[in-house]
């Protein structure tokens, strides 16, 4: 934690510090928080009973419907439905690639009339009803996801890498999915869609519920963020710079002998307009994640790596129109997935051997 400043003066020229970074300028956020004595408590909503269902690891993606409805997708495995309180209700679909049909979801969200989109790997959005039976399909330039609606069907914010010459280099793009195909109506992003090396024109970003049609973005590997209206103009910057995330991060895991680099997985903005950020760390003791490894064995598979061991959560809630930090804390649990309204998804393996999935709600309490 950085010294507090002494003097009004100099404090006053650090609080409101801010350098030209893209299209608005970025404002520096001091480390100190301003509620020191705050904590975030966290509730547990909803357990998922695994037992049955065949998730046997980390999801890839989880989504809490309007109507209880819970879906959970594991790679190379049809969408999992479950029952708000946590009772596995089936598998949704069937595998393949034609029409309606499951090639492998990477993505899921929410749309009105508790609709559920689901994108394939090969590029289909699957429009799911309440019930679970897929309706329709939107077939988008390539997968894209996270997805989430502004106006439905008409504005879809979409993240991810395009390559035609209008969009490659910028990281958002605003869909309409009317039609059968998908049609791109704007893209934008970090550095003005400039490619350059060792940048993240190709990673997807993490993207706040819209709010009247503007959202917060978050770069993965590098702790600045970003508030965008869904017509593309660029309406605020944040930057942080603590020591435990100084400059550009990279997009891996480490190994048994270097700790995991941090990285932004997920933001939300709260009913107070607080933005809730949270950052993959490395435990103090990451190795124990790691197997032991034989001498000359160079791959080792992703499931016998301990990712509730290698990594812990820093959330920090930050206020945007100060530009200061309000509260921070360390959680201890796995969290993998941070929904739509802010909950949080964690993992972890119970003594049975079976994987646990917890929704958790995160609250501020003040003194």
């Known amino acids: 934690m950085r010294a507090i400043i002494a003097s009004s003066a100099l404090a006053a020229l650090v609080l409101s510090a801010s350098v030209t970074y893209g299209q608005a300028d970025a404002r520096i956020v001091p480390d100190q928080p301003t509620c020191s004595r705050c904590v975030i408590n966290l509730r547990q909503l909803l357990t998922l009973k695994t037992g049955d269902s065949t998730v046997s690891w980390i999801p890839g993606d989880v989504l809490l419907t309007q109507s209880g409805a819970v879906y959970v997708i594991e790679v190379g495995e049809l969408p999992r439905r479950f029952s708000r309180d946590g009772q596995f209700l089936g598998v949704v679909g069937t595998a393949g690639r034609g029409p309606n049909e499951f090639a492998g979801t990477v993505g899921l969200a929410q749309a009105p ?53 209008e969009a490659a280099g910028f990281q958002m793009h605003v869909l309409d999915l009317s039609g059968p195909r998908a049609r791109v109506l704007t893209s934008f992003g970090w550095e003005r869609g400039r490619m350059v090396p060792g940048g993240n024109a190709t990673i997807p970003q993490n993207v706040s519920t819209p709010k009247q049609a503007n959202f917060w973005m978050s770069d993965p590997l590098e702790y600045r963020l970003a508030r965008w ?65 034989q001498e000359g064995v160079r791959e080792l598979s992703s499931r016998s790596i301990d990712f509730a061991k290698l990594f812990e959560v820093q959330v920090e809630v930050i206020d945007p129109d100060r530009g200061r930090v309000v509260a921070r804390q360390m959680l201890r649990e796995f969290v993998f997935d941070v929904l739509d309204n802010g909950d949080l998804v964690t993992y972890r393996t119970v003594a049975d051997g079976l994987p646990e999935i917890s929704v958790l709600r995160p609250r501020l309490t003040r003194p």
């Open 229 to 293: 209206s869904a017509s593309g103009q660029h309406l605020a910057e944040l930057r942080r710079s603590p020591e435990w995330f100084r400059g550009r991060s990279q997009a891996w895991i480490g190994n048994p002998n270097t700790p995991p680099p941090p990285s932004v997985i997920g933001i939300a903005e709260d009913t107070e307009g607080l933005l809730w950020v949270y950052i993959r760390v490395p435990r103090a003791n990451w190795r124990a994640g790691w197997p032991r490894v």
């Open 113 to 165: 009339g508790d609709s559920t989109l689901a994108v394939q790997i090969d590029g289909r959005v699957l429009v799911i009803d309440p019930s679970g039976v897929p309706r329709r399909e939107v077939t988008l330039p390539t997968p894209l996801a996270p997805l989430k609606v502004v106006e439905w069907p008409s504005r879809v914010l979409a993240t991810g890498f395009l390559g035609s010459p």
